[in-house]
């Protein structure tokens, strides 16, 4: 398994989101979501998933934490649940039909859930699996490890366990009702300091 097995999309949604990503998140949280979508890709590819809508899977992940900005962040809402706001709007200046839209809404959203049933939301699964695995280290050993320091080689991993623990931190203090707190709650900040991909860094960090 290698990142050229992984075709970027090259569309109208696919381009703003990655003009969006370079614009607004800092280049750990920008290295992040470029991981999330590889590691959903390989997440699919190991587990012989089939029908997965890789241009919605892509564009979510590159989104799933642009609410994380300070450009874009809810004074109410949780940093998913403006994310997938966000995601609808710029899918719509793209193109997207309105079911579509709403289904980068559900995926982004759904990245915070404790698990998603495949057989419900196979991009929703494949993101929240995604995200496990980065931040917590979840399911690390069933991705080869050649691919794993070969993406962290390519997209390092930084001072991502410091900004995002901060940052999610900082909305579980402003919004108590949201997953931020749940995240918290649930140890992410040691979960982010013991991630075994802390340890497994490429040669480019």
Same mark, same amino acid.
């Given at each position: 398994?290698?990142?050229?097995?992984?075709?970027?999309?090259? %569309? *109208? /949604?696919?381009?703003?989101?990655?003009?969006?990503?370079? !614009?607004?998140?800092? *280049?750990?949280?920008?290295?992040?979501?470029?991981?999330?979508?590889?590691?959903? $890709? =390989?997440?699919?590819?190991? !587990?012989?998933? @089939?029908?997965?809508?890789?241009?919605?899977?892509?564009?979510? /992940?590159?989104?799933?934490?642009?609410?994380?900005?300070?450009?874009?962040?809810?004074?109410?809402?949780?940093? $998913?649940?403006? +994310?997938?706001?966000? +995601?609808?709007?710029? @899918?719509?200046?793209? +193109?997207? *039909?309105?079911?579509?839209?709403?289904?980068?809404?559900?995926?982004?959203?759904?990245?915070?859930?404790?698990?998603?049933?495949?057989?419900?939301?196979?991009?929703?699964?494949?993101?929240?699996?995604?995200?496990?695995?980065?931040?917590?280290?979840? #399911?690390?050993? !069933?991705?080869?490890?050649?691919?794993?320091?070969?993406?962290?080689? =390519?997209?390092?991993?930084?001072?991502? =366990?410091? $900004?995002?623990? %901060?940052?999610? +931190?900082?909305?579980?203090? #402003?919004?108590?009702?949201?997953?931020? #707190?749940?995240?918290?709650?649930?140890?992410?900040?040691?979960?982010? =300091?013991?991630?075994?991909? $802390?340890?497994?860094?490429?040669?480019?960090?």
């Amino acid at each position: 398994m290698r990142i050229s097995d992984f075709a970027v999309p090259d %569309t *109208p /949604a696919a381009r703003a989101a990655r003009e969006l990503v370079n !614009e607004h998140h800092s *280049p750990s949280l920008r290295n992040h979501v470029l991981r999330s979508w590889l590691w959903a $890709e =390989a997440f699919a590819a190991v !587990e012989g998933r @089939t029908g997965v809508d890789h241009e919605l899977l892509y564009t979510a /992940a590159l989104l799933h934490d642009i609410a994380l900005a300070p450009a874009f962040d809810n004074h109410t809402l949780g940093y $998913e649940e403006a +994310g997938g706001y966000i +995601g609808e709007a710029m @899918t719509a200046g793209a +193109g997207w *039909p309105a079911q579509r839209r709403r289904r980068i809404n559900e995926v982004i959203v759904r990245h915070n859930w404790p698990q998603v049933d495949p057989a419900f939301d196979l991009e929703g699964y494949l993101l929240e699996t995604a995200t496990g695995l980065d931040i917590s280290g979840r #399911r690390d050993a !069933e991705i080869p490890l050649d691919f794993r320091l070969e993406v962290l080689a =390519a997209h390092p991993r930084l001072s991502l =366990a410091t $900004e995002f623990g %901060t940052s999610v +931190g900082e909305q579980s203090d #402003r919004k108590p009702h949201s997953h931020a #707190r749940r995240l918290i709650d649930g140890g992410l900040i040691d979960k982010l =300091a013991s991630n075994p991909l $802390e340890e497994q860094r490429g040669p480019a960090n």
